[in-house]
């Protein structure tokens, strides 16, 4: 019988490739990891493994069982779950994972939709940015996560997550009025006038900082439309952003979702490329999205998207 705790660690060192990638995952030690992989191999009966050095890759024969143990996990998920709720009306806690900037606008009014609907049901939420997100849920320290991915940059799927597709975000410009690109503000309908980011090139910028998704999504961005941005500021807080873009009249390209609470100095322009937006979306473990807790957070979480 093959351990299903070794396929798990099996599975996780396919997709983060290193022992200790997998040791930080599971909140253990490398050598504990190496242990339990030599014996799932001499369960298996067979190499699952080959070490190179100090580099660990899977075999044929390991990428195979790897791929078979999402759905064996994903069973273990369904019955689990019957055997905890014989009725099927949600109880208990449900722990939600949530990136910053949809605490306000999306988790907030998700967690009392959902108590209100089930009383017996008890929302904790945890701030966690996307990937740090998907280790609560891999962990099973959440029970669904909202996340995001950024349509310009190529985003791999994690192994052992479902996703389901929630709304789009697009980046907007976020300018002082007497930066050169603030005005015009709106068409004569209303509907904002898209801005090409050519004409933002010769501006200071306020960005995330580098090898971050949305540091590097404008990045991608910016080069695409043939310029690299003069950085003045980094940081990861978007309301910080737009404080300094206030005080120092810098440019700023941020999720509209972010934008709710602006100083009355700064305006806001969409942005003529069409591919500098994120996808929000719910994640959930394989084999638990019909579980009734995690259930009713979908669908509260589908009607308020």
Do not use: K
């Not at 998920?77 to 208990?92: D, F, Q, S």
């Amino acid at each position: 019988m093959l351990d299903v705790r070794r396929l798990v660690l099996l599975r996780d060192l396919e997709a983060h490739g290193t022992v200790t990638a997998v040791a930080e995952l599971h909140r253990v030690t490398p050598s504990a990891v190496s242990q339990q992989l030599r014996l799932l191999e001499e369960e298996a009966g067979t190499a699952l493994l080959e070490r190179t050095g100090r580099s660990v890759h899977l075999t044929a024969a390991g990428h195979r069982l790897a791929a078979d143990t999402g759905a064996v996990l994903a069973a273990l998920e369904e019955a689990r779950e019957r055997l905890r709720t014989g009725a099927g009306e949600p109880t208990g806690p449900v722990h939600l994972a949530c990136f910053p900037s949809a605490l306000v606008p999306l988790a907030a009014p998700l967690g009392e939709a959902l108590e209100r609907a089930h009383r017996g049901l008890e929302v904790h939420i945890t701030e966690a940015e996307p990937e740090a997100a998907v280790r609560l849920l891999l962990q099973r320290r959440a029970d669904v996560a909202l996340v995001y991915r950024y349509t310009n940059l190529a985003a791999p799927p994690h192994p052992g997550i479902e996703t389901r597709t929630l709304r789009t975000d697009p980046l907007v410009a976020v300018l002082r009025a007497d930066h050169p690109a603030a005005a015009p503000a709106t068409a004569a309908g209303g509907a904002g006038v898209p801005v090409d980011l050519r004409e933002l090139a010769d501006t200071s910028w306020i960005t995330a900082p580098p090898q971050t998704p949305c540091g590097d999504a404008v990045l991608q961005a910016c080069r695409s439309a043939g310029f690299t941005p003069r950085v003045r500021h980094t940081c990861t807080d978007f309301a910080a952003m737009t404080a300094l873009a206030a005080s120092g009249g810098h440019t700023v390209l941020i999720p509209r979702l972010a934008t709710d609470r602006l100083p009355p100095s700064l305006t806001v322009r969409p942005v003529s490329d069409a591919t500098l937006t994120r996808t929000i979306e719910t994640a959930v473990r394989q084999g638990t999205a019909h579980q009734p807790t995690v259930a009713a957070c979908l669908e509260a979480a589908a009607r308020l998207g």
